[in-house]
């Protein structure tokens, strides 16, 4: 399975195209529009936020709401372009007003060095966020791929700032998580951290800054064995961080323990294995879900640390590039905080590298030779781990 994504921030449309998905798969329209959705929400968003009204069109691939195994093309509108359709022209003309003062934080300096543009505009408009509505679009495709196996894919906002949400008592399922976090201004479960967020982001707002925090994304219902630890570029945990890392904004990533594990011992680290009731199990999952780059058959838990936004309200010092001169950097309209958007954004990248590992290890070119597939494994799992 693979993807591709085309399309500018102030242009006509962003458009995807996923080859690999198995035919006969359900397709629900319905289901990547909430999550288009979800990802315009979210507590110190900007007024772009109340020009787009994202929906996907689907342009081929799906017949009577089911894929084809054909490569399936799906568009997403950019209703502000009516108001930039002189300034995004695509026939040759010379702009009126060009961009020259680069964004400290921003792809506009190294981009415009690395492609030799003049105007900034050139490099900005791919570098914005605004392209990863196309990539949760790809991912909740991937999302309903996992779904018909019961494999579940949420997220959540942990931090904003230096604001940080209480480790909860544990939740019985995802779909609790989900309900919790529907009602939440900032996707986060914990309901007196997240008004300490809202003041954190009303006080960016008012001195022209801007914030950013950390997610969380969990996975419930894999099977062990996606991923390899035969070579790198199978390695599971090396493919989700990749995913994550590549979504704009993000700046680190980490599986369970993550981080904290290098400041402990061995013994506080690694999850005991144990048999009870004839099945072996893991007395604790600080792992993640991952080991050796496979899945584990726990759940999957992984965090993402978004930087602050770039462009500020109050600019940052930084040069003009025309007049050769110190200046401050140019003001693209922004938001002040865009976690719980990102979290969408981290949910859907994480979705797709899950389908594209559940699809290489259980092989079909059809849902049902996929399925088959994958009950064959699990009696084969059952089985090893039976010594039968």
């Not at 399922?173 to 996707?187: G, W």
């Given at each position: 399975?693979?993807?591709?994504?085309?399309?500018?921030?102030?242009?006509?449309?962003?458009?995807?195209?996923?080859?690999?998905?198995?035919?006969g798969?359900?397709?629900?329209t319905?289901?990547?529009?909430?999550?288009?959705?979800?990802?315009?929400?979210?507590y110190?968003?900007?007024?772009?936020?109340?020009?787009?009204?994202?929906?996907?069109?689907?342009?081929?691939?799906?017949?009577?709401?089911?894929?084809?195994?054909?490569?399936?093309?799906?568009?997403?509108?950019?209703?502000?372009?009516?108001?930039?359709?002189?300034?995004m022209?695509?026939?040759?003309?010379?702009?009126?007003?060009?961009?020259?003062?680069?964004?400290?934080?921003?792809?506009?300096?190294?981009?415009?060095?690395?492609?030799?543009?003049?105007?900034?505009?050139?490099?900005?408009?791919?570098?914005?966020?605004?392209?990863?509505?196309?990539r949760?679009?790809?991912?909740?495709?991937a999302?309903?791929?996992?779904?018909?196996?019961?494999?579940?894919?949420?997220?959540?906002?942990?931090?904003?700032?230096?604001?940080?949400?209480?480790?909860?008592?544990?939740?019985?399922?995802?779909?609790?998580?989900?309900?919790?976090?529907?009602?939440?201004?900032?996707?986060?479960?914990?309901?007196?951290?997240?008004?300490?967020?809202?003041?954190?982001?009303?006080?960016?707002?008012?001195?022209g800054?801007?914030?950013?925090?950390?997610?969380?994304?969990?996975?419930?219902g894999?099977?062990?064995?996606?991923?390899?630890?035969?070579?790198?570029?199978?390695?599971?945990?090396?493919?989700?961080?990749a995913?994550?890392?590549?979504?704009?904004?993000?700046?680190?990533?980490?599986i369970?323990?993550?981080?904290?594990?290098?400041?402990?011992?061995?013994?506080?680290v690694?999850?005991?294995?144990?048999?009870?009731?004839?099945?072996?199990?893991?007395?604790?999952?600080?792992?993640?879900?991952?080991?050796?780059?496979?899945?584990?058959?726990?759940?999957?838990?992984?965090?993402?640390?978004?930087?602050?936004?770039?462009?500020?309200?109050?600019?940052?010092?930084?040069?003009?590039l025309?007049?050769?001169?110190?200046?401050?950097?140019?003001?693209?309209?922004?938001?002040?905080?865009?976690?719980?958007?990102?979290?969408?954004?981290g949910?859907?990248?994480?979705?797709?590298?899950?389908?594209?590992?559940?699809?290489?290890k259980?092989?079909?070119?059809?849902?049902?030779?996929?399925?088959?597939?994958y009950?064959?494994?699990?009696?084969?799992?059952?089985?090893?781990?039976?010594?039968?």
């Amino acid at each position: 399975m693979r993807f591709l994504t085309g399309g500018e921030s102030h242009g006509p449309s962003l458009v995807g195209i996923i080859e690999g998905l198995p035919a006969g798969m359900e397709f629900d329209t319905e289901f990547i529009n909430r999550m288009l959705k979800r990802r315009q929400q979210g507590y110190g968003r900007g007024g772009r936020m109340t020009v787009e009204k994202d929906q996907v069109r689907v342009l081929s691939g799906i017949r009577h709401g089911k894929t084809l195994g054909t490569p399936l093309t799906l568009l997403v509108e950019n209703r502000d372009w009516e108001n930039w359709q002189e300034i995004m022209c695509i026939e040759a003309r010379t702009p009126e007003k060009t961009i020259t003062r680069p964004r400290p934080g921003h792809a506009d300096l190294a981009g415009g060095i690395k492609y030799q543009h003049k105007d900034l505009r050139n490099v900005l408009e791919r570098a914005s966020a605004r392209e990863t509505a196309m990539r949760t679009v790809v991912g909740a495709v991937a999302a309903l791929m996992l779904s018909f196996f019961s494999i579940d894919v949420v997220s959540y906002v942990v931090s904003i700032g230096d604001v940080w949400a209480a480790k909860l008592p544990h939740i019985d399922s995802l779909k609790e998580v989900r309900e919790k976090t529907n009602r939440s201004f900032l996707f986060c479960l914990d309901g007196e951290a997240e008004k300490l967020m809202c003041k954190r982001i009303d006080e960016a707002r008012e001195k022209g800054d801007t914030l950013g925090g950390v997610f969380e994304v969990a996975v419930s219902g894999l099977p062990v064995g996606l991923g390899s630890h035969v070579h790198w570029d199978r390695r599971l945990d090396g493919c989700l961080a990749a995913a994550l890392m590549s979504i704009p904004g993000i700046k680190g990533v980490e599986i369970g323990l993550g981080f904290a594990a290098a400041a402990k011992r061995g013994s506080e680290v690694h999850d005991p294995i144990t048999l009870k009731n004839g099945q072996i199990l893991r007395t604790s999952n600080r792992a993640g879900g991952l080991e050796g780059g496979i899945s584990n058959g726990e759940n999957l838990v992984l965090r993402a640390a978004m930087k602050p936004i770039p462009t500020l309200l109050q600019s940052l010092p930084s040069v003009d590039l025309e007049e050769q001169k110190n200046t401050t950097a140019v003001v693209e309209r922004s938001d002040i905080c865009a976690v719980p958007a990102a979290s969408v954004v981290g949910e859907a990248a994480v979705a797709w590298e899950l389908a594209r590992a559940f699809r290489e290890k259980f092989a079909g070119d059809s849902l049902a030779e996929l399925e088959h597939s994958y009950h064959h494994y699990l009696q084969l799992r059952d089985s090893y781990m039976a010594n039968e």
